[in-house]
Structure formats: C-alpha cells, structure tokens
C-alpha cells in the first residue's frame, strides 16, 4: 500500500459534558486512506461518525492518539481539505455564484478569476440558469448542489463529507450521488463519506469502515469490489452488492442494536 | 432532475398566476376588499376619537388643560406659517433631527462595532459582561443632566444624550446576533480558507445585520427621545425647547403639536430605515403575513 494521505493512529476524542463529566465520542480509531481512495464510514446513528471528519478536517484536535495527513500531524485546517456538512452551510445572503466563489476569494484569487471558476463549477453542478439565485429560493437539492460547487471549486485532494445527501428525498438522493461519482471521478481526491445509510455507503465507496455503538472505533473494514464507473441504481441491483451488503450488515447490525439499547436506556 | 428545478424556483410563481384558476381572481378582490376595510375602520377610528375630543372639549371639559384638535391644528399652521416664538419651525426641526441624527450614527456605529467585538471574543464578554449590566441598569434619561454641565447648552449634550439611549439598544442586539452566528457556516468558511478576519467580514457581520437592524427600527426613536429630553433639560433651540415652553405657559395645544412633529420625524425615519433594510436583506426569505403591517 503506498503512502495513506489519512491516517489515525488510536485517535481518541473526549468533550466535556455540562455535568462536569467526559464524553468519548471515538476511542482508539486506527485507519488509513489512501490517495483516491473512497471510504464510507457506516455506524449506528451519534456514534461519532461525525467527530472523526472534525479531527482531520482539524477543526477539533484530538484528545489522544494521532491524526496525521500526508504523514503530517494535524494541527491547523490542512492544506488541500474540502469539507460538505450535513445542514446545509452555504450563506444565505450570497448567490449561486458568490457562494460558489467564496472559496477562491478567501484563498486570495482576484474576483474576476474566482467568479470565473465559480461559474464553471456552477455550470458543472447542473445549475448554469441559476447563478443569481439565492439559496432560499432553491430545493433542498439544489443547496447540495451548491455545497458540493462550493467545496469543489477549492479542488481539495481529501474529501470530507458528513452525510451530506441525508436530508434528500430518495429521488434527488441518487441523483447526488450519481453526480458526486462523475464528479469525483478522476480528481485522484481521497473521500471520507459519513453515513448511516449501508446502501449509500456500498454504493459509492471503494471500502466500507464499520464503526461500533458510541464510543465509535473500528470495528471492521471491508472491501468492496465493484466496478467503476457505477450508477448507483444500478448497482443496487447486482449480485456482488447484494453480497457485499450482507456480510456488511452481519457486522453492522449488532452495533445498531447495542445503539438502540442504549439510546432506550438513556432516553 | 428538471422535475427537481421548477418545482421550487420564483419562476413556479409567475407559471402559476397564467395558469389561474377561476376562483383566484376571486381572492385577490376579496384581499383587497379586505384591506380596504381595514383601512376605513382606521379612518372611522381617528374621526370618531377626533370628534368625540373636539366636542367634549368644545362642550363639556375645559380646553385649557386638554386642549382641542382645532387648537393644535390652528397651532400647528401657526407654527409653519408664522414661526414659533423661538424662531422658523424649520430651525427647530432641523436642529432637533440633526442631534437625533448624529446621536444615532455615533451610537449605533459604536454599538455594532462594541457588540460585535464582545460577541465573538469570549473572554472580553466575561470580562465585560457586570459592567455592561450595570450601566443599562443605570436610567440614561438622567444623564441628559449630567452632559449639560459637560457639553453646555449646546448640540453637543444633545447629541451625548441621544448616542447612549442608541448606544444599549443597539449593543445587545448586535451582541446576540455576533454570539448566535451559525457555528456551521464559520466552520464551513474556515474549511473554505478564510482567516479569523474573513470569516468576521463574511459570516459574522452578514448574519448579525438582521438582528442589527431590528434594533435600528426602535434605536432612531431612542435617538429622538434623547435629542428631545436633552432639549428639554436646557437648550436654546429645538422641539424640546418649543414642548418644554409649552408647558412653562401652559399652552397645551403647544405641547401636543410638538408631539405630532416628532412622531412625524419619527414615522419618516422608521420608513427609510426600513427601506435601507429591505434592500440590505432582500436575500431573505420574505416572510409569511409580511404585509400585515402595511
């Protein structure tokens, strides 16, 4: 395996609770990605799926154990980093375009260059009629559509997505996706896709991390052998999905049910 | 995919008023029916108040303490037509709005920049936050006094007077707003490249200005009152000067047409911060019964 752009070794992250207590939200993770790889990170639902994406985007430091990113520690935002959060963070008082080239605008490039791009992004993301747009007056598709644009734009060789179709309706969800593959497809971006649904995740990734019950850590890594270029509807359908699904959701589903015995002893 | 476009986008409106059907016609006359009724009972409403005063006025209380509509009208035309005892009107009006004005500018400028400052630096709040308490806890209007014998008679008092009743309103809204910004939309612009700088240009300020100017609406009124009570404290010139010598020769019409100004002075500029607003924030959302107001 050549040289992994992600790597965790024994991450472990902790917040304080208002009790005065530790919450672990992962302990112990150790995982690699490797460049151009395309990882589905699958776990019951608040496992801390989440709060892996945060320790390499660097947005919270680790509590123990390391992050590293090109073999560098993570300390600050890296270089090079596209992150797509699950609510949609695009400002609501830019357009389209605006939104698109804020990127390139806070990374220094004049505004004529950043539109320019942005617009070709715009265009890419199957929203040229829209460019002047506001979000609110946008589908909750279209949003993602800008999001995805708007993180693209920055050309970032790691990929950070927090379940960022969730909140889709199933049409426009595959959809999405198909859009998220063409797109990704021959950027050589490593991906991190959060999600808790195993289709989704069989569907895009390249391999699928399962992650235990809160708190998170690996509990299996699996290969999953199908051919590219996909379209999600239609790799659904195969056999070898059908197979990989099982043997995924083998390991999966005892988390989902310590996750559900746990959220009914809290709650 | 098109399906997902035009069932959402403005253009969905304008294909469904050519494809009316019968019955929506209907409703857009019942709304203005509708509105047109609200506004003959508000004009029934202010003759009927009018002339209920006016009469009992005329026939039943005494005018001299309560004054009567005629009186203050028959004032108010004095007062443009001839000028006060103090001079044109239009010096007066002019000198008052010009204190409330630059009460309002310092004091709103100083409340967004202080607020957003201790919105987003944590511990500057903590630090701050008994002192801040404590001077709003403090009745402003009494400080009309204390900037008399600083400033003298002047517009300068004034215009301390009305910038610190500005100053609080404005303050704690930008405050909140500067506090309550999207973590999400910070953590997405850091990801995106912007410094600490940036993300202040581009995030925080946008996203306080609606709470900004909710306070802006209510601040001018302040700056008003302000730029009055100081007048009325001591002042050489202004509409407080013209109430408060009202009141000194018991002249009550005088006193409620320098009322009526003011609340003119006010009305006009609620209706240009409003406007200001409108094209500030026009990427909202328009909000749903936002013409009850109108």
């Known amino acids: ?42 776990g019951p639902t608040g496992c801390g799926k ?36 699950q609510n949609d963070a695009i400002l609501p008082w830019r357009s389209v375009l605006d939104n698109v080239a804020a ?8 505004k004529a260059e950043a539109r320019d791009r942005a617009a070709a992004w715009v265009e ?17 598709g279209m949003r993602k559509r800008v999001a995805l644009a708007q993180t693209l734009v920055n ?85 070898q999905f059908l197979r990989v699904y099982r043997e995924v ?3 999966l589903r005892v988390e989902v049910a310590a996750a559900r015995e746990e959220a009914s002893r809290v709650g | 995919m098109s399906g997902e476009y035009t069932s959402t986008v403005d253009g969905a409106a304008a294909i469904a008023a050519e494809q009316r059907p019968a019955g929506v016609p209907n409703l857009v006359r019942r709304r203005r029916l509708r509105r047109g009724g609200v506004w003959a009972v508000r004009v ?50 002019a000198v008052t709005l010009e204190e409330a004005v630059f009460g309002f500018v310092i004091g709103a400028v100083a409340g967004v920049v202080l607020g957003i400052v201790l919105g987003r630096a944590r511990f500057l709040a903590d630090v701050a936050a008994p002192f801040i308490k404590a001077a709003n806890a403090v009745p402003r209007i009494v400080l009309a006094s204390l900037f008399i014998i600083w400033f003298g008679l002047g517009m300068s008092s004034k215009i301390a007077t009305a910038m610190v009743l500005v100053f609080f309103a404005v303050f704690f809204n930008a405050f909140q707003g500067a506090r309550e910004v999207d973590r999400n939309l910070v953590d997405n612009a850091r990801i995106l490249g912007a410094s600490r700088l940036a993300v202040l240009r581009t995030i925080v300020v946008p996203s306080a200005t609606s709470w900004i100017f909710a306070s802006l609406h ?62 500030l924030l026009r990427w909202r959302p328009p909000a749903a019964g936002a013409d009850a107001q109108t």
Do not use: C
């Open chain 1, 50 to 85: 989440s709060t892996t994406l945060s320790l390499v985007s660097g947005l919270e430091p680790a509590s123990d154990g390391e992050v590293l990113v090109r073999g560098e520690p993570v300390r600050a935002i890296p270089p090079g980093v596209g992150y797509m959060f």
């Open chain 1, 155 to 239: 050309e970032p060789q790691i990929l950070l997505m927090d379940e960022p179709f969730s909140a889709l309706d199933v049409q426009t969800r595959a959809l999405m996706q198909d859009e998220l593959l063409r797109l990704w497809a021959g950027t050589g971006a490593a991906v991190v896709f959060v999600t808790h649904d195993l289709e989704e995740a069989i569907a895009l990734a390249d391999k699928v991390v399962v992650m235990t019950a809160s708190p998170a850590t690996v509990k299996g890594v699996f290969a999953v052998p199908l051919e590219r270029p996909r379209t999600v509807e239609e790799v659904r359908l195969t056999e």
């Open chain 2, 44 to 93: 029934a409403a202010v003759v009927a108040w009018l002339v209920s005063w006016q009469l009992t006025a005329t026939y039943w209380i005494d005018p001299f303490y309560y004054s009567k509509p005629t009186a203050i009208a028959a004032r108010l035309v004095d007062w443009f037509t001839k000028g006060t005892a103090f001079g044109s009107i239009w010096t007066q009006i």
């Open chain 1, 1 to 42: 395996m050549t040289d992994p752009v992600i790597e965790l070794r024994g991450a472990t992250k902790r917040f304080p609770t208002g009790t005065g207590g530790a919450h672990t939200a992962v302990r112990d993770l150790t995982m690699r990605v490797a460049a151009g790889e395309f990882v589905a990170l699958v």
């Open chain 1, 249 to 251: 959701w083998d390991s």
């Open chain 1, 103 to 110: 990127g390139p605008r806070y990374r220094g490039v004049g």
């Open chain 1, 124 to 140: 890419r993301v199957g929203l040229a009629g829209f460019a002047k747009y506001y979000p609110h007056q946008l589908s909750g």
């Open chain 2, 218 to 279: 209510s601040a001018f009124g302040f700056a008003l009152i302000g730029a009055v009570v100081g007048e009325f404290t001591g002042a050489d010139k202004g509409l407080g000067l013209l109430i408060n010598n009202a009141q000194g020769t018991f002249d009550s019409a005088g006193i409620y047409a320098g009322m009526i100004v003011v609340t003119v002075l006010a009305l006009l500029a609620e209706w240009l911060i409003s406007t200001a607003e409108k094209r």
